[in-house]
């Protein structure tokens, strides 16, 4: 599924990495924190996958994606007019749609993925009909999504203490950079410290530009990204993948590679 940030076109760099240690190790359970549009749990095999994220209408529309994969329930095409239709509603808190299709209008017609902040989506050469593109993307995800177990909460709300080593991976909002509504206020230091315990008992691996000193990188790409919709040109950017040092996953890598 289109979503700011999205692994989608990483996925054959990152996957190797998760699903590698998850066979070494026999890991059972497959965790992601912040899930976001849900590529790469879709494709990590897994016994238990389950994914988080704090966002309610994303995980509704996941779900509904999982129960309805034909998702008939959504026009094959969203006029601006209509957008803005939904758009009123779901800022107002209105009951004229329900909520998983005010989420997947969000998330499938707004600009960049970026749930009505960002307004609506067009193709500047007008040949492309994007929230079509993007239903047709989620059409061909949904049958992949089955089995997971998709929550609303927090990170800091998942169990960290489980005896049995579980494979965590962490795409967080990264350090400074635009999220929805134009603001980040995710306090990273208790997540580094959430990072440092976690890694302690499971293997646990993180998506970001930068993190503390006492996280190596094991893997890095540089791609070319856009959002702003007054852009032109994309910026450079180095994606990275960190591990705790001497953590779990640290000392099976250094073992392994």
């Not at 609506?120 to 492309?128: E, I, L, Q």
């Not at 994309?234 to 994606?239: A, K, P, S, T």
Request: proline share 5%.
């Amino acid at each position: 599924m289109v979503y700011q940030g999205s692994k989608a076109r990483l996925l054959k760099d990152i996957l190797p990495f998760i699903q590698n240690c998850i066979d070494g190790n026999n890991i059972k359970t497959y965790c992601e924190p912040f899930v976001g549009g849900a590529n790469v749990i879709a494709s990590v095999k897994a016994e238990n996958r389950q994914g988080c994220d704090n966002n309610p209408a994303l995980i509704t529309l996941l779900r509904y994606m999982q129960n309805f994969p034909e998702m008939k329930d959504f026009p094959e095409t969203c006029p601006v007019e209509h957008y803005k239709e939904v758009r009123s509603d779901y800022r107002q808190n209105g009951n004229n749609f329900p909520e998983f299709y005010k989420a997947g209008i969000g998330y499938f017609a707004s600009y960049g993925g970026r749930f009505f902040d960002g307004g609506y989506g067009r193709d500047k050469t007008g040949k492309r009909d994007i929230y079509a593109d993007r239903l047709a993307n989620a059409r061909k995800q949904a049958p992949l999504l089955s089995g997971i177990s998709f929550n609303t909460m927090s990170y800091e709300d998942i169990s960290i203490f489980n005896e049995v080593p579980e494979m965590f991976y962490c795409d967080p909002p990264y350090k400074g950079t635009k999220v929805y509504n134009g603001k980040n206020n995710f306090d990273y230091w208790c997540f580094y410290d959430w990072l440092r315990q976690l890694s302690q008992k499971h293997f646990v691996l993180i998506s970001e530009f930068q993190m503390p000193d006492d996280f190596v990188c094991i893997w890095s790409k540089e791609r070319l990204v856009g959002q702003k919709s007054d852009r032109t040109k994309g910026d450079r950017v180095c994606e990275k993948l960190f591990t705790l040092k001497g953590g779990l996953y640290d000392s099976w890598y250094k073992e392994n590679k």
